[in-house]
């Protein structure tokens, strides 16, 4: 199958109206933003996340950022949640990240079955009904949409994040429910 273009409006209002609130609305507990070092960002988060504070790159990086392992990621403030995390919500929501925009609709649970029942049990936005494949499908529209997906040529980013390719391939697939082969097809 070739990789449809992104230009393709027709197809884009489509999915816009397909409606990933079937599958996943956020209940704005703020557990996904607690806990150290899950936000790794790849260079566009951090130009965007700049412009956002009015900081250089370099003053972003310094005073909000950490690297590790070669990746690059948001550090934690004092009560153990993220730098960004206001206790009620995130405080620069118009520009988080990328693996922020993305969740739930992350690589495993879209590939995994086990992982989405895991990603079930810890957040409840995710709807507990909501079936494996309809979810990959909703999810991989969804990020197409917004143009959310594994940055190509960046050796440091997200693990979280699928590439394109890979997301046409889900948000266009006839042939569910789920065959099983797509955790190996992931490169
Ligand atoms: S854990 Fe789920 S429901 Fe809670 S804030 Fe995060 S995405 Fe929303
Ligand atoms: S950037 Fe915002 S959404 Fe992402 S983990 Fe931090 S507080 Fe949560």
């Known amino acids: 199958m070739n990789t449809p273009e992104i230009s393709d409006s027709g197809r884009y209002a489509l999915w ?10 956020c209940r704005r507990c703020g557990d996904c933003c607690n806990g150290q070092g899950g936000i790794v960002l790849c260079s566009k988060d951090s130009e965007r996340l700049a412009t956002h504070l009015g900081l250089s790159l ?3 990086h310094a005073q909000y950022t950490e ?7 948001l550090v934690c403030g004092g009560s153990g949640s993220c730098v960004f995390s206001s206790g009620c919500g995130c405080s620069v929501h118009e520009a988080k990240p990328d693996v922020c925009r993305a969740w739930p609709f992350f690589r495993g649970n879209l590939t995994d079955p086990s992982s989405l029942a895991m990603a079930k049990a810890g957040c409840p936005g995710i709807h507990a009904a909501a079936d494996f494949a309809g979810f990959a499908q909703a999810g991989a529209r969804y990020l197409l949409v917004r143009g959310i997906c594994l940055p190509p040529n960046e050796t440091a980013s997200p693990a979280a994040l699928l590439p394109e390719q890979f997301l046409w391939r889900i948000a266009e697939e006839d ?6 082969t797509r955790t190996e097809e992931v490169q």
Do not use: H, N
Not at 16 to 25: P, T
Not at 67 to 73: A, F, I, L, P, Q
Not at 175 to 180: A, D, Q, V
């Open 16 to 25: 816009e109206d397909a409606d990933s609130a079937a599958v996943f609305v």
């Open 58 to 60: 370099f003053a972003f």
């Open 175 to 180: 042939t569910l429910p789920y065959m099983g």
């Open 67 to 73: 690297e590790v392992r070669g990746k690059r990621r």
